[in-house]
């Protein structure tokens, strides 16, 4: 048996981050933009996909490229675009994989989540249900297909609760799930550690020094880019939310800290000022 790798980016519309501006790069289907084979061997799917109908779709496309059976899905978080979709895999009696912070995510908030998504998915939430996923680990899971070894890692605390990368040591990729970011600027959520995120980034993503890295959101890139537009972002945002505090700044003048490097980032206006201000709460408290 051999294994497919397939790269799909899936918009997960959101309250957030949906536009109707945005223009669908595959009208044909309900995925945003056509899944691409990167190396021609798996199915290991990563990620649920953000409703049972999206991933529906994307077992579509995967059929047109491969015949094998889908042998396993791994969520790379709890959030909706990670897991939602794990009904339709469920349904097919296909394994799911998640990290045990994760799944308590999905067991404590996921009805929450759901519902969100019914309310601007509307009718295309139709047939999508929480399933917690069957198999958990902790740190590390190993898992062979087709000759192909996958080493699924939680190498810390970083982006939320139970970032999950996949490393593929013998190619040299990293499917990295949040804790990198290239294209859109990192959303920083309430319980989000920057410092801790550094750290995982910095002492363990970093030192496995992947060749490709495939982000949670975006294109297929390497390393040098997600560091820049991860590591090298939230150090630049602590860095200057505590030029702003030792200069005795409040709450609502950390929202207004000089982010412009950073402008040309999908997502700039709906998460910068944000950003600022939950990481001013982490910071004030360190």
Not at 9 to 25: K, N, R, V
Not at 95 to 102: N, Y
Not at 165 to 194: L, S
Request: hydrophobic share 40%; with cysteine; glycine share 8%.
């Amino acid at each position: 048996m051999r294994t497919t790798l397939i790269v799909s980016s899936i918009l997960a519309a959101s309250a957030s981050f949906a536009s109707e501006d945005i223009a669908d790069q595959y009208p044909q289907s309900e995925l945003y933009s056509k899944p691409v084979e990167v190396i021609p061997h798996g199915v290991v799917v990563i990620n649920g996909s953000a409703s049972a109908r999206l991933a529906a779709a994307l077992h579509q496309e995967i059929k047109q490229v491969t015949d094998k059976p889908v042998k396993l899905v791994i969520n790379e978080n709890g959030q909706g675009h990670a897991m939602l979709g794990n009904s339709y895999w469920a349904d097919l009696g296909v394994d799911i994989l998640a990290h045990e912070e994760a799944i308590e995510e999905v067991e404590e908030n996921g009805d929450f989540i759901l519902q969100g998504m019914q309310r601007y998915n509307r009718d295309k939430a139709e047939g999508t249900r929480v399933v917690i996923p069957n198999l958990s680990f902790s740190d590390r899971y190993d898992y062979e297909l087709g000759g192909v070894k996958f080493e699924i890692l939680h190498l810390g605390p970083a982006h939320g609760p139970g970032d999950t990368q996949v490393w593929i040591p013998q190619w040299g990729m990293m499917i990295a799930g949040d804790i990198a970011f290239h294209e859109r600027m990192p959303p920083i959520f309430e319980d989000t550690c920057t410092s801790c995120w550094i750290d995982t980034f910095e002492n363990a993503f970093m030192a496995l020094n992947p060749t490709y890295v495939i982000p949670g959101h975006g294109h297929p890139t390497n390393l040098a880019q997600v560091t820049r537009y991860t590591r090298d972002y939230l150090v630049d945002l602590r860095e200057k939310i505590a030029g702003h505090m030792d200069n005795g700044g409040d709450l609502a003048g950390a929202y207004y800290v000089d982010q412009d490097r950073w402008r040309h980032l999908d997502t700039f206006e709906e998460l910068a000022t944000k950003n600022a201000g939950r990481v001013y709460a982490e910071m004030e408290f360190e």
